[in-house]
């Protein structure tokens, strides 16, 4: 994954990290926007500070995705598992 932060571009091997206010480690939320922390998104402090490998709403729709599986789970049970 190649991200780009204010003008320098990390690659999978560097490591980066940011420090939110808002968020929530426990949780997994930004208690800015009362939404799962997605950074990047609409209203996110990093706005356009960074540039992700993996679009915004590619990662909003893959967290919705398993936000739906784990409330299917949990009413449901797990999926039989198909070979």
């Known amino acids: 994954m190649l991200i780009k932060?204010?003008?320098?571009?990390?690659?999978?091997?560097?490591?980066?990290?940011?420090?939110?206010?808002h968020f929530d480690p426990d949780q997994?939320?930004?208690r800015?926007?009362?939404n799962d922390c997605v950074p990047g998104r609409p209203g996110c402090v990093l706005g356009s500070k960074a540039v992700f490998a993996v679009?915004?709403?590619?990662?909003?729709?893959?967290r919705e995705e398993e936000k739906c599986q784990?409330?299917?789970e949990r009413v449901y049970g797990p999926r039989p598992r198909q070979n």
């Open 70 to 72: 784990q409330e299917f």
């Open 28 to 30: 997994d939320y930004c």
């Open 32 to 34: 800015l926007l009362k």
């Open 55 to 62: 679009p915004v709403e590619e990662r909003l729709r893959e």
């Open 5 to 21: 932060v204010l003008g320098a571009e990390l690659t999978d091997d560097e490591a980066m990290s940011f420090s939110c206010p």
